[in-house]
């Protein structure tokens, strides 16, 4: 992920005898943000590259292991330049480095590319509250394709040591290897989805080899969590481990975990490359550390690419003030009030307010029970957004008047903001309307 552990990267590559290695640096919320800085800044818009082709490419091209990321983010050529400036500068000297291009476009572009879009018969509804895209029409920024594995497979085909991508999805990157390595047909169906299943264990280094796990306390050594390895066969079926004294676990818990992780409907987990059916899966102790998984089946494609747009949202801002015993959860309840009612009396408005108690109802909200005891101390968190951002930085500035004006012994202050908010449209385009490209450069 972005950022994430590079030791447990390193071990893999070093001790792993793996062929391939492949960092998942992406994220819908990652993305908005990545295409703001793009348009700001035509050099920005990337994420972890930087450090991916300093710290791990050397390691790679010494161990002969190819490297897939998507760290390009919103802005692949900017971070194909600046991996193999990297390169260059480590004396990489025949480093093949691959960019794949085509699925972004950003400021005026992006406008005309929807004109054109909409001409070819996308309707861009937002897929969640299939709203017309005229109602943010004006505030679109950018705009990202999800890509599938074909682009990365081509890339590899062309010798590539680094492949950089954008807005591919998760699980592209660690089909596209298998592919290419087997020469898997594009419309297999069956074959494509166990590639999609093997990626989706893999995407989330840690998740599957024991981090974020429900069963924490049973996981070894977290402080040298092992990232996964996957022993891919060539009709698609895996075995999930690890390097051998790592820390961390592997087994049906944690791979079931992962499989559930972002999955909507199981029976059909729509990707760009295939239609996966997790509900035929099978998974079987194999060893220690080692899980097989087998059996997965797959639908064609659908005709359609999900699509982001970045459209601008207003702006956001959040305070904390803190409170300490006696009376903590008393104190930080009527500051709360206070607050709220200091806004009202000041004319400030906002298009959502949010007001919670960390230490109490800020990770559960109304679901939370009353505490069974006299607190220690606790955190008021005031969140606010809104289309004007002097109400906004208002409201931050009545969070410091609470040291002198509010309930008695407050511990101090802080707040993160106002920044402009960059909001997600996702939606679907027509496959064949986009194109991508390949391009390699050699160091």
């Known amino acids: 992920m972005w950022p994430d552990r590079t030791d447990a990267a390193l071990e893999v590559i070093e001790k792993g005898s793996v062929a391939y290695i492949a960092f998942d640096t992406m994220a819908e919320m990652t993305l908005p943000g990545l295409q ?6 035509p050099g920005k818009g990337y994420t972890d590259i930087r450090r991916a082709s300093a710290e791990i490419l050397p390691a790679c091209m010494r161990h002969g292991v190819k490297m897939i990321t998507n760290a390009g983010g919103a802005n692949p050529e900017a971070a194909w330049q600046i991996a193999l400036e990297q390169a260059r500068a480590r004396g990489l000297k025949g480093a093949r480095i691959a960019v794949i ?42 705009m990202s394709v999800y890509l599938g594995h074909e682009p990365i497979a081509r890339a590899l085909a062309l010798g590539a040591d680094l492949v950089v991508t954008g807005r591919h999805t ?15 047909r594009a419309d297999d169906w069956d074959v494509m989805a166990r590639g999609i299943v093997v990626g989706h264990l893999m995407e989330c280094s840690g998740h599957v080899t024991g981090g974020n796990f429900s069963f924490w306390q049973d996981v070894p ?44 409907d199981p ?15 099978h998974l079987e102790e194999a060893g ?18 999900k699509a982001c747009l970045a459209y601008r949202d207003g702006y956001f801002a959040e305070g904390f003030t803190f409170y300490a015993w006696p009376g903590a959860l008393a104190k930080a309840r009527r500051a709360a009030e206070t607050l709220e009612k200091r806004y009202q009396r000041l004319g400030l408005r906002f298009e959502s307010l949010q007001m919670d108690i960390v230490g109490v109802n800020a990770l559960h909200g109304p679901l939370a029970p009353e505490p069974e005891c006299e607190l220690n ?32 012994a407050a511990a101090g202050a802080f707040h993160v903001g106002p920044r402009e908010m960059i909001a997600l449209w996702p939606t679907s385009v027509p496959r064949g309307a986009i194109a991508s490209d390949v391009r390699v450069a050699q160091v």
């Open 36 to 41: 703001r800085q793009r348009l700001d800044s």
């Open 101 to 142: 291009v085509g699925d972004d476009t950003v400021g005026e572009a992006t406008l005309r590319r929807v004109r054109e879009l909409e001409a070819e018969g996308a309707s861009l509804a937002h897929a969640d509250t299939g709203a017309p895209l005229e109602s943010v029409l004006g505030r679109v920024i950018a």
């Open 170 to 184: 998760d699980s592209a990157m660690w089909l596209a290897p298998a592919a290419h390595e087997f020469g898997w």
């Open 221 to 264: 050594h977290p402080d040298r969590l092992g990232f996964p390895i996957a022993e891919v066969y060539e009709n698609g079926d895996a075995i999930i481990t690890k390097v051998e004294g790592s820390g961390g676990v592997v087994s049906l818990r944690t791979c079931r975990e992962q499989l559930l992780y972002e999955i909507h």
């Open 267 to 281: 029976a059909n987990y729509y990707t760009p490359d295939v239609v996966v059916d997790f509900t035929t899966l």
């Open 288 to 305: 220690p550390d080692r899980v097989r998984v087998s059996g997965a089946t797959g639908r064609p494609r659908p005709d359609t690419l």
């Open 377 to 408: 101390e606790v955190a008021v968190r005031v969140a606010v957004k809104g289309a004007r951002e002097s109400d906004i930085l208002a409201a931050m500035r009545e969070i410091y008047a609470m040291d002198l004006s509010g309930p008695a």
